[in-house]
């Protein structure tokens, strides 16, 4: 029974849909204005709506002995993950038209949302008079694409429901230092699939300067992020209490490997964003006491 659950919260973007939600929320702690939570609510379920889509859909049930685990569950659980996107897109437009932010989050929302459809559908002329592409079949932009949506979304999103300005310090430091945190992670699950890309020619970081460049890439973004020392917390336990989930992102990068098991990128790669939302949250309730 708790394999069968946890399984499910992993396979299933519940873990990640959470730690999207806590990472807003640790954002606005960080910046010390209350924040409603309909708006990490909202960006939970658009999480759990947009990472379940693929699983959703139909797929060959005759499996190849060797599946991933993770691939066999999604094949396996279709049905419940169909009942999850169509609940989850039900909450998304429920919190989106009851929202007091509606008329500050239209324009960002849309751009994201444009931004995804290109990341996949065919929208960029192909090579040569070749098949057309997206964004994501551009070398190198997958990875970058995926950084700037996601602290768009946990850093942007509730800096304008908040009124904060975009360029100010405490909020153009904090997406500075969330991008190259989740280029890092990222950069994890690229070497997962570094061999899949390269049979579906998916030009990403990894299969372009190799695997051990790819990791040494993404320990070089785990610097860069520790870096960006964000103003106002306290130089010593504030910033202590940050270089947790600093040091364990570094520790995942390394061990990384192909052959790992789906549950050292579903459940330690995934879970440190949510150990990184509750760093920032504590770190900013030492700030605010």
């Given at each position: 029974?708790?394999?069968?659950?946890?399984?499910?919260?992993?396979?299933?973007?519940?873990?990640?849909?959470?730690?999207?939600?806590?990472?807003?929320?640790?954002?606005?702690?960080?910046?010390?204005?209350?924040?409603?939570?309909?708006?990490?609510?909202?960006?939970?379920?658009?999480?759990?709506?947009?990472?379940?889509?693929?699983?959703?859909?139909?797929?060959?049930?005759?499996?190849?002995?060797?599946?991933?685990?993770?691939?066999?569950?999604?094949?396996?659980?279709?049905?419940?993950?169909?009942?999850?996107?169509?609940?989850?897109?039900?909450?998304?437009?429920?919190l989106y038209f009851t929202s007091p932010f509606?008329?500050?989050?239209?324009?960002?929302?849309?751009?994201?949302?444009?931004?995804?459809?290109?990341?996949?559908?065919?929208?960029?002329?192909?090579?040569?008079?070749?098949?057309?592409?997206?964004?994501?079949?551009?070398?190198?932009?997958?990875?970058?694409?995926?950084?700037?949506?996601?602290?768009?979304?946990?850093?942007?999103?509730?800096?304008?429901?908040?009124?904060?300005?975009?360029?100010?310090?405490?909020?153009?430091?904090?997406?500075?230092?969330?991008?190259?945190?989740?280029?890092?992670?990222?950069?994890?699950?690229?070497?997962?699939?570094?061999?899949?890309?390269?049979?579906?020619?998916?030009?990403?970081?990894?299969?372009?300067?190799?695997?051990?460049?790819?990791?040494?890439?993404?320990?070089?973004?785990?610097?860069?992020?520790?870096?960006?020392?964000?103003p106002g917390l306290p130089l010593t336990t504030?910033?202590?209490?940050?270089?947790?989930?600093?040091?364990?992102?570094?520790?995942?990068?390394?061990?990384?490997?192909?052959?790992?098991?789906?549950?050292?990128?579903?459940?330690?790669?995934?879970?440190?964003?949510?150990?990184?939302?509750?760093?920032?949250?504590?770190?900013?309730?030492?700030?605010?006491?």
């Amino acid at each position: 029974m708790f394999w069968a659950v946890a399984d499910a919260v992993l396979y299933g973007n519940g873990l990640l849909a959470a730690a999207a939600a806590a990472l807003v929320a640790a954002s606005a702690r960080y910046w010390q204005q209350p924040l409603p939570l309909s708006v990490p609510g909202l960006v939970f379920v658009a999480t759990l709506l947009v990472y379940n889509l693929n699983g959703a859909r139909r797929h060959n049930l005759r499996l190849p002995p060797n599946v991933p685990a993770r691939r066999r569950w999604i094949v396996q659980h279709r049905p419940l993950l169909l009942v999850v996107v169509l609940g989850s897109a039900a909450a998304v437009l429920a919190l989106y038209f009851t929202s007091p932010f509606i008329e500050r989050l239209t324009w960002f929302l849309a751009h994201l949302a444009l931004l995804s459809l290109a990341y996949s559908w065919p929208v960029l002329p192909g090579r040569n008079g070749g098949r057309r592409r997206g964004l994501r079949d551009i070398p190198g932009l997958k990875t970058l694409l995926i950084g700037y949506v996601w602290s768009a979304v946990t850093v942007w999103l509730p800096a304008l429901c908040l009124e904060q300005s975009l360029v100010s310090a405490p909020v153009g430091l904090l997406f500075a230092r969330r991008f190259f945190f989740i280029l890092a992670i990222a950069l994890v699950f690229d070497l997962r699939d570094i061999s899949r890309d390269r049979r579906a020619g998916t030009a990403t970081l990894p299969v372009l300067l190799g695997y051990e460049r790819g990791r040494y890439v993404a320990l070089g973004c785990v610097v860069a992020s520790a870096s960006l020392v964000l103003p106002g917390l306290p130089l010593t336990t504030g910033q202590w209490v940050l270089a947790v989930p600093t040091l364990l992102t570094a520790l995942v990068v390394w061990f990384a490997e192909e052959a790992r098991s789906d549950y050292y990128f579903a459940l330690l790669a995934d879970g440190l964003l949510l150990v990184q939302a509750v760093a920032l949250y504590v770190a900013a309730t030492m700030l605010g006491t």
